[in-house]
């Protein structure tokens, strides 16, 4: 089996979902199932809302491969999490 983590890891502290994930990533490369390419991937993990629009591609790519896993770990909701009226939206779209 080869996981890919579809989500932008960025170096250094950037909050724990990131920190995480690069952990996460560091666990499947040492145990040989990362893969960097969506394409070679039977699992493809998805962290949070900032890449939904690759959502498509995940999308199309699960109508080809019908095996595929996409899991979607979804944090929130942001609305109660920032505290600012305009999340609710953002809590519909995710």
């Known amino acids: 089996m080869k996981i890919n983590v579809f989500t932008k890891v960025v170096s250094g502290p950037w909050g724990g979902g990131n920190q995480f994930q690069k952990s996460l990533i560091k666990f499947f490369k040492y145990n040989d199932v990362y893969v960097n390419e969506i394409l070679k991937a039977d699992v493809i993990l998805v962290n949070g809302h900032q890449w939904m629009s690759g959502i498509i ?7 080809i491969k019908k095996n595929l896993i996409i899991a979607h770990r979804v944090d929130g909701p942001m609305l109660l ?10 809590d519909k779209v995710i």
Do not use: E
């Open 57 to 63: 591609k995940l999308y199309l790519l699960k109508k």
């Open 81 to 90: 999490a920032r505290g600012k009226s305009n999340q609710a939206y953002l």
